[in-house]
């Protein structure tokens, strides 16, 4: 079957929907979604959100599940800790992650957007309900803010504002706990704000960031701000899966008239799609607009017309702009599906691997700066060396070093080294090597570092000897 075109007007692409002619914003009232996809989607943003709020309590091996503390350098991943030296790691995840959201994309489109992501899920799931809840439907918020102040409208603000800033509040806390750990978090919370006055100003601030993004921003993070949404014009085709208007069926559209045969399309115009659309879209202006972030709220606006006015369900579905056009099934895999997927396979597949075999700690051996080495009676020779080790584990480690691939001894200078929890350790030690052992004046020896006698790291490094 020949690919029909869409004969839509595509004046709909030269602006936002939520901007008008004079630049001005164009407040959205979505109405009240529901239905089956709703339903689901409540689900999966409750079991995300639980989750997320759960997240900061939850450890592994007394580490974080997740904490990315940029000021101290310090991430912890799953219960892995990643220092600065692990950086080619979290490269090669972040690579890893930049594939699989194209492939997600090119697949999926914006799948994510309307099931995943924390402005989504907060914004749909948590401040509109508390929003409808409060004011009402979509026609009762609009008459509520046409209405002059009086004492309706003054308690159902302020309680909506108090509200909103209270989670707000929450919602910083617990971004905070993903960057400090919960108990630094719990910490600053025992000893008061006066003793935190940076960390509480940083909480104030977020919690303002955060209730005017949802009060106030909401669907403009989507349209403007995000980059994801920017980009989905490159990463979708007409094969991505997404919401669309199958226009083949719908067209020409005509309002249902009782007792008058019907020679339109199945759409009747009832606008449904457009009241319930967060981002104030017409669906039926053609997929993949910039403003859709496929929360599936037409989809049930839709099914339910179509259910009212015995028509078969999904004038509006998940499909691709292709099979629409050609009136057939959307197909999963095609060659450039199958292209990522192998190459995202071959990124998980090194990053599990260096993720399994990372050593617990990483040492630093270098020769102490301005030392000759020194002969003994003995006929040996000896190297002063300053050593830093990380520890990448959350358990203290009383260190021994070990010469490998030569006899000699290593004596450590002082105290011995003593690595503590997530944290570093320096020290000084002399390595001292039978001179007969030695292949030249600067000779490449390995050290050997150990924690009760099993070999956490190895570290190369040179050994400076007189000539033969």
Known sequence: MAIKSHTAPDEFRDHISTIDEHGKRVWVYPKKPKGKLYDYRKWVSYGLLTLLFIGPFIKINGLPLLMLNIVERKFVIFGILFWPQDFFILVLAFLAMVVFIILFTVIYGRLFCGWVCPQTIFLEMVFRRIEYLIEGDYTKQRALNKMPWNTEKILKKSSKTAIFLLISFLISNLFLAYIIGIDELKKIIAEGPINHLAGFGSLVAFTGVFYWVFAY??????????????????????????????????????????????????????????????????????????????????????????????????????????????????????????????????????????????????ATILRTPGQLYQKTEQGTVKNLYNISVINKTNTNMPLTLKLHNTDGTIQMVGSELVLPAQGKADGVFFAEIPQNQLTGMNAEIEIGVYHDDELITTQDTKFLAPAK
């Open 217 to 362: 921003f909401r669907e403009q993070v989507c349209t403007i701000v995000c980059p994801y949404g920017r980009l989905q014009g490159v990463m979708l085709d007409k094969k991505s899966l997404t919401v669309a208007y199958d226009y083949g069926r719908g067209e020409p559209r005509g309002k249902l008239r009782k007792g008058q045969e019907r020679t339109d399309g199945d759409c009747i115009d009832c606008h449904q799609c457009v009241q319930v659309c967060p981002t104030g879209i017409d669906i039926r202006n053609g997929a993949q607009q910039l403003e859709c972030i496929n929360c599936t709220a037409c989809i049930d606006a839709c099914n339910d017309i179509m259910r009212m006015i015995d028509k078969p369900e999904g004038l509006i579905r998940y499909d691709s702009e292709e099979a629409i056009a050609e009136g057939r099934q959307w197909k999963l895999f095609t060659p450039r599906v199958m292209g990522y997927s192998a190459v995202l396979m071959l990124l998980l597949v090194a990053l599990t691997t260096l993720l399994l075999t990372r050593d617990d700690a990483q």
